[in-house]
């Protein structure tokens, strides 16, 4: 199996970046803060011959609070404060569906995983998905991945609990990986 067939799927909001509080959204460069290590701990990942996903549920986009074109320059600031720590993400999967919607993407459905998979041929089996939602951890399981929960509270269906992102990778990057 080769190196690039392994993944780290992460959540954005609370796993990357602050999370806005219940109910807002990031809807402009300004409010997006990096979370302390999430720099380090990604180019550790990208070091480590992982491919680094960043999959987002962004309802906003569907109730009208930010645009898709809003989101995506929130997401090329994201991707700009990452590459001045020499660290990248492969692609970034936007869900821009509200709960009401029939999509196949909103977590906890695994429909970006897998299209993840398909796009980059990733044995899924060798991916994680870092969340920090109950959502999270069922689309990652759904697809067939290795997951951690983030965070405060209990998540007993995740394989492993983390207290951040860079505590997470340390953890993923202990696990012994197939020749």
Known sequence: MSSASKAVFLDRDGVINQRPPEGLYITSTEE???????VDAIGRLNHAGYRVFIVTNQRCIARGIAS?????????????LLAVGHAAIDRIF???HDDADVCSCRKPKPGMLLQAASDFDLDLSECWMVGDSRSDIEAGRAAGCRTFFIGAGDCSEADGKASSLADAVDKILAVPHPA
Do not use: E, F, K, S
Not at 32 to 38: E, F
């Open 94 to 96: 936007v869900c821009p």
């Open 32 to 38: 997006l803060h990096l979370l302390p290590g999430v």
């Open 68 to 80: 898709a074109d809003v989101v995506a320059q929130i997401h090329d600031c994201l991707l700009q």
